[in-house]
């Protein structure tokens, strides 16, 4: 397809490729990975690990990258009409005649469209149809749990990618270039690459300790029973991204990036991604001010973002305010410093934040009772709250935006009113302040991840949601003033639990559903909840084994195949810690608590991190 074929599709600049910084490399002789991601390029292009992912193995000469995208349904449907494969966006070549097809999971509302891409790549999408090259692999932060993807991929990265992802092509270009066939190339990845299961090397069998589900065991020697994540030591060590490719529309998140820190100090009870990313580790002041001057001068970006967690929690704040500062009154660039905490935003940082938004503030408080904050581990109290909203009303906002949740383990009906009950109070504190405050509100159900405290909980039915938010709205009928709420979907919640929390057994349920026209699932306006009860049932499946009863706390998991490097132990205790309400304080304020990531880099990083507290 000529690039004046694409004018007759929506947003023809998501395929015409030959962006600012991107990678153009001749096919003779190199080995060919395609990076994908499965949703339209204005999310997959704000996805930062895939720029990472590009640059880096770019930077291998013997391999070139490209990248392929979901296609929208008009050019899907031409790609089908005229029985033309999907292609990748650097040299418009077959998604087919790579030698690798390397998918980035971020959300389990993609499976279906990465069905879809190998698809309309003309491949098989089960792993098991495939006796050809390219090879399938998928990373991501939903690789943690990956057997309900394990017919459909044929290996995982699992953890960091920067070192991982390059030892991986690495091995499979060796086991390529003697000609060696998929099973021999994927047998050996297995033995030879830590952090990589691929799923063909596995059996299941049912799960010991009572949950209704099948668990994986390896089926040869020398595989490893357990798959360990991989862990970057060093930010700063790392390659930094200097060069992202600038895209021609409006993205997602259409800015520069540079990652403050990675992991996260809190304990949060409720977070996958505060468990999958630990250890916390910090780039210097040093290294974000060298990445911070390349990253502009090669993007010509006006705006930054410090990616991170918890950007509050940086050891240094002050210091990073200071460069930042000087940085933006120098080069008049905007940094921006998302996910703030309402336990330490200091009043400095509302000024400097202050010189380059206007707009609104966001902050997530989840839970409206002390009690269910408590539960959760959230380590915010009231005063916190009231005492940056005195920071943050004071130095003129109007506009703040709150993350809550419902459907909490331990909640009840009072919890709920106490959400209304807080928000109300905000909006009259806030008015002590301006008149024209505004109050945003995003409140998602709850779903119990695995690899935290919380996964062997029960998930509330998506009719005990919709009666939790009939009580919510009720609740919030008589506040006056500017409250807009938006609810999430109880329905994309319940397929997030089953796809998060399912065994092996749920991938009938998604090739099934894909087959019957689901796609891009995380799109309101596409996601087709009835396609999805219709494949449960024809699968056998009973989605309340998954997601409707608790599950014991000796069972055996479809996870447990992963190390996410917090043990089992840990998380049991901290599950049982919730019940009772009692607080686990981060360990940076009270030392180790040997959560078990000391297995991985002892000492722990968060060690060097202990008792520093930002002014």
């Known amino acids: 397809m000529d690039m004046h074929s694409l004018e007759r599709f929506e947003g023809p600049s998501r395929y015409a490729g030959n962006e600012l910084n991107a990678v153009h490399k001749n096919w003779e002789g ?8 499965p949703d339209l390029y204005e999310v997959g292009m704000s996805s930062h690990g895939i720029q990472i992912l590009y640059h880096l193995l770019n930077a291998i000469d013997s391999v070139v990258a490209e990248r392929a995208f979901a296609p929208f349904h008009d050019l899907e449907a031409w790609l089908r009409e005229h029985e033309a494969p999907l292609f990748s966006l650097e040299s418009r070549q077959p998604l087919g005649s790579f030698d690798v097809i390397a998918f980035s999971l971020g959300t389990e509302l993609v ?9 309309l790549a003309g491949l098989p999408v089960r792993s098991e149809d495939r006796s050809e090259w390219p090879i399938v692999i998928a990373g991501g932060s939903c690789t943690f749990n990956p057997e309900p993807m394990s017919d459909f991929v044929d290996a995982f ?3 960091d990618g920067e070192d991982l992802f390059p030892e991986i092509v690495q091995s499979l270009a060796a086991s390529r270039a003697v000609r060696a066939t998929r099973h021999d190339a994927l047998e050996k990845l297995a033995r030879d690459v830590e952090g990589v299961y691929v799923p063909s090397r596995y059996r299941t069998r049912s799960a010991l300790g009572g949950a209704p589900y099948v668990v994986a065991e390896p089926i040869s020697s020398g595989v490893p029973a357990t798959v360990r994540k991989r862990v970057v030591k060093s930010l700063d060590d790392t390659s930094a991204l200097v060069s992202p490719i600038v895209p021609y529309r409006e993205l997602v998140h259409d800015r520069g ?4 820190f990675r992991g996260c100090v809190r304990g949060c009870r409720f977070c996958e991604a505060g468990i999958s990313y630990r250890p916390t580790r910090e780039r210097s002041l040093a290294s974000i001010q060298k990445q911070l001057e390349q990253l502009v001068a090669n993007t010509g970006y006006e705006e930054v973002g410090l990616l991170s967690l918890s950007s509050t929690d940086y050891s240094d704040l002050p210091g990073l305010v200071n460069l930042v500062r000087a940085y933006r009154e120098e080069h008049k660039v905007a940094i921006s410093f998302p996910s703030l905490r309402m336990d330490n935003f200091p009043g400095y940082l509302a000024d400097e934040i202050k010189q380059t938004r206007e707009g609104s503030l966001t902050f997530a408080v989840e839970a409206g009772s002390q009690r269910l904050r408590d539960v959760i581990n959230k380590n915010i109290t009231e005063d916190s709250i009231f005492e940056t909203l005195r920071t943050v009303f004071g130095k003129g906002w109007h506009l703040v935006k709150f993350y809550f949740m419902f459907g909490l383990p331990t909640e009840t009906e009072q919890d709920l009113d106490a959400m209304v009950d807080l928000v109300s109070r905000i909006t009259t504190f806030g008015r002590g302040f301006r008149r024209d405050i505004a109050i945003n509100l995003s409140i998602n159900p709850f779903v119990p991840r695995p690899d935290t405290p919380f996964q062997w909980c029960a998930q509330d039915t998506p009719e005990a949601y919709d009666a939790k938010i009939d009580h919510l709205r009720k609740g919030f009928r008589a506040l006056k003033g500017k409250l807009h709420i938006d609810f999430g979907d109880p329905r994309i919640a319940f397929l997030e639990g089953l796809l998060s929390r399912g065994d092996r057994r749920v991938g009938r349920v998604i090739e099934t559903a894909w087959k019957n026209g689901a796609a891009f699932d995380a799109w309101r306006e596409s996601f ?12 056998g499946l009973d989605p309340a084994d998954v997601l409707y009863r608790s599950i014991p706390l000796q069972s055996e ?3 447990q195949v992963i190390d996410a490097g917090v043990s089992t132990d840990f998380l049991r205790e901290d599950y049982m810690s919730a019940e009772k309400g009692k607080l686990l304080a981060t360990c940076r304020e009270t030392g180790c608590h040997a959560c078990g990531i000391q297995e991985y880099l002892d000492p722990c990083p968060t060690s060097a991190l202990l008792g520093v507290t930002n002014p």
């Open 30 to 37: 190199r080995f060919r990975v395609a990076l994908s991601y």
């Open 257 to 260: 990036v540079i990652e403050l």
């Open 557 to 559: 998991l479809p996870w």
């Open 111 to 119: 499976y279906t469209n990465l069905l879809n891409m190998l698809d």
């Open 157 to 159: 990265g699992i953890g």
């Open 528 to 539: 087709r909840f009835d396609v999805w009860q219709q494949a449960i049932a024809a699968s």
